[in-house]
C-alpha cells in the first residue's frame, strides 16, 4: 500500500472550513484514497473515499489532485463536534487484503 | 443501525489473568479485525479473520490468541496479561458485500483495558 503523510495537528475556528491535507506520492493506479476519523473514547468512524474524481457527501468533500499524489478532506463548516483525529489511508478497492493501516493522523480541534 | 458490539468499555485485571474481549457484529460480516490503539502509535492490528474458524496474525500478535467460531462474534483473549498490553482495544468487521466495498471498516466503540 502507498503510504501516507498528514499533519500530526491543526486548528480551525468553528464554522470555518477545515482542509485536512494528506501526501500519497506513491499512489498507483487502482488504489482509493480513504478517510476515517476518530472522536475522542470512540472507534474509527469511515468519512468518503475517492479514486481521481472530487467526491462529496453528507459529511465531507474530497479533492484530490490530478496527479493523484495527494489530496483534501474539507469540512465545510467545521464544528466542535468535528474535533478528533481524522486518518488517510490509501488502498486498492477489488482484492488485496482489505486491511487498512492506520497512521497517526491528524489531530483537528476546532474552537470556538 | 448497523452495529459493532464490544463487550466491556473498561476493565482492569491483574498480572497473569486470562482476559476475554468479546466482540459481536449484527451485520452479517465476513471479516472482523483486533487493533489496538496507544498514544502516538496510532492503530495497529492484532490478528484479523476472513471467515468463521479462520485466523490470520496481524502486526503484533505476540501475546494474543483470537476465536471465531460463529460468524458474528470474534475474540481476542489474552492468555496471561502483562501490563505491557495495558491499551484501547478495537474490534471491527467489513465485507466485500458492502456498498462502499471491502475497505469500510466499522468499528465498536473499544474496550479499555488496564492491567495492574
Known amino acids: 500500500d502507498a503510504k501516507t503523510t498528514q499533519p500530526t495537528s491543526m486548528d480551525c475556528a468553528e464554522g470555518r472550513a477545515a482542509n485536512l491535507p494528506c501526501n500519497h506520492s506513491?499512489?498507483?493506479?487502482?488504489?482509493?484514497v480513504y478517510w476515517y476519523r476518530q472522536i475522542h473514547s470512540q472507534g474509527p468512524q469511515y468519512i468518503i473515499h475517492?479514486?481521481?474524481n472530487n467526491e462529496t457527501n453528507e459529511m465531507a468533500s474530497l479533492i484530490i489532485t490530478e496527479d493523484r499524489k495527494s489530496s483534501t478532506l474539507i469540512l465545510p463548516h467545521a464544528t466542535l463536534r468535528d474535533t478528533a483525529v481524522y486518518y488517510c489511508?490509501?488502498?486498492?478497492?477489488?482484492?488485496?487484503?482489505?486491511?487498512?493501516?492506520f497512521g497517526r493522523g491528524t489531530s483537528l480541534i476546532v474552537h470556538p | 443501525d448497523v452495529k459493532v458490539t464490544q463487550s466491556s468499555r473498561y476493565l482492569v485485571k491483574r498480572t497473569g489473568e486470562k482476559v476475554f474481549l468479546e466482540c459481536v457484529q449484527d451485520?452479517?460480516?465476513?471479516?472482523m479485525f483486533w487493533y489496538r490503539q496507544d498514544p502516538g502509535l496510532g492503530l495497529r492490528l492484532i490478528y484479523f479473520?476472513?471467515?468463521?474458524?479462520?485466523?490470520e496474525k496481524g502486526d503484533i500478535p505476540e501475546g494474543y490468541s483470537v476465536s471465531r467460531e460463529k460468524k458474528e462474534r470474534f475474540s481476542l483473549i489474552l492468555e496471561s496479561a502483562s501490563t505491557n498490553q495495558t491499551s484501547m482495544y478495537l474490534c471491527?468487521?467489513?465485507?466485500?458485500?458492502?456498498?462502499?466495498?471491502?475497505?469500510?471498516?466499522?468499528f465498536g466503540a473499544g474496550s479499555r483495558l488496564t492491567v495492574l
Open positions: 489511508i490509501v488502498r486498492v478497492q477489488e482484492g488485496g487484503s482489505y486491511i487498512p493501516t
Open positions: 506513491t499512489i498507483s493506479g487502482n488504489e482509493y
Open positions: 479473520s476472513y471467515d468463521v474458524k479462520m485466523k
Open positions: 471491527a468487521s467489513s465485507s466485500i458485500y458492502h456498498k462502499l466495498g471491502a475497505n469500510v471498516l466499522t
Open positions: 451485520m452479517d460480516h465476513e471479516n
Open positions: 475517492g479514486l481521481k
